[in-house]
């Protein structure tokens, strides 16, 4: 039995030997002498490859000479590479490499818009909360112009407008007889403009072109005001806010090729720093000025951007 197992295992380690060698391609090379040691059974076109193997050369990325990182395209009129080499930035050089995407010389300009709304009139949840009345809607456009200075890299400036308004005219709570409130006549209304320089660069990930994956980094500044209204000692109180906010966003996003020259893009926030200063007024008079930042890193839902985004 012990010899039969024996058996088996030798060639299961023969099998995962064989699984983990490239085919051979290229010159073969030349051997001084064969390794000492107990000998196994390869195949006539793995003897190179395992020689290399056993003589510590192995390769633990694939063999370049089976890409042609010649081969060209045609881009107005000239000819451009369609595989771009990776830098290397380590000691090793891993062969790393990406697909032409947007040539240089290319300028984009796009597109992101948002709206959203919502709005109830004496709505009644179970006998907890009634006569709600509240409305709220939100829009933001941004438009965004970028130019190709490098194949796959490109640097641009994009715009923003961002207005938010909410009315709660009626909010009735009742829980218990210790829990029970109405909120009423509450406005909350906020805008604000923006402006960033934008870096993107992209990944080609398919040999045609058509889809592709960008690391996008932004500065980006912004200001605006804001308004809070709430009745107060049987009086409309209104503290006015006005911002200014710096940040820079690392963004990753996918790029799909939906025409010829219209994309189609997706992009998340996952990275970030910022620095907010607000200063508040209360019915005309300063009450208040604070300065923070922070800096997060997480998938955030609410920085989810969609877009068209057409290259000329």
Same mark, same amino acid.
């Given at each position: ?12 380690f ?14 073969e ?13 390869v ?8 020689m290399? %193997? ?16 010649s081969?060209?395209?045609l881009?107005?009129g ?8 990776t830098? *290397? %930035? ?5 062969? %790393?490499f *990406? ?7 290319r ?10 709304e ?5 709505l ?10 509240l409305g ?8 965004y112009?970028e130019?190709?200075?490098?194949? *796959? ?14 009315n ?21 209304? *906020?805008?604000?403009?923006s402006?960033?320089?934008?870096f993107?660069q ?12 960008f ?14 209204q ?20 690392f ?6 090729y ?13 990275f ?9 007024t ?9 300065t ?21």
């Amino acid at each position: 039995m012990t010899f039969f197992m024996e058996k088996i295992c030798r060639f299961a380690f023969l099998l995962i030997l064989l699984a983990f060698i490239p085919q051979a391609k290229g010159e073969e090379i030349a051997c001084d002498s064969v390794p000492k040691g107990k000998y196994i059974y390869v195949p006539d076109s793995l003897q190179n490859d395992v020689m290399k %193997l056993l003589m510590g050369n192995s390769k633990v990325v694939d063999d370049e000479s089976k890409f042609d990182f010649s081969e060209k395209v045609l881009w107005k009129g000239d000819t451009v590479p369609m595989k771009l080499r990776t830098r *290397n %930035l380590g000691r090793f050089d891993r062969g %790393l490499f *990406n697909y032409l995407f947007i040539p240089k010389g290319r300028w984009g300009f796009g597109l992101t818009a948002s709206y959203g709304e919502l709005s109830t009139d004496d709505l009644e949840i179970f006998d907890l909360l009634s006569d709600i009345d509240l409305g709220a809607h939100a829009f933001s456009i941004k438009p965004y112009l970028e130019y190709t200075v490098a194949n *796959n890299m490109s640097v641009g400036l994009r715009f923003g407008y961002t207005s938010a308004k909410a009315n709660i005219g009626s909010f009735k709570v009742d829980i218990d007889e210790d829990m029970n409130f109405n909120l009423h006549d509450i406005m909350y209304r *906020n805008e604000g403009y923006s402006a960033a320089f934008l870096f993107r660069q992209y990944i080609g990930i398919s040999r045609r072109g058509r889809f592709g994956v960008f690391n996008e980094v932004e500065l980006a500044f912004s200001s605006g005001n804001s308004d809070f209204q709430r009745p107060y000692d049987g009086e409309l109180r209104t503290t006015h806010t006005t911002y200014m906010n710096a940040g820079l966003n690392f963004s990753p996003g996918v790029s799909v090729y939906m025409m010829k020259n219209v994309a189609f893009n997706l992009s998340f926030g996952v990275f970030g720093f910022h620095l907010r200063n607000e200063r508040q007024t209360e019915n005309g008079v300063e009450v208040g000025n604070r300065t923070t930042s922070g800096a997060n890193f997480r998938f955030n839902l609410f920085n989810i951007n969609f877009g068209i985004s057409v290259h000329v």
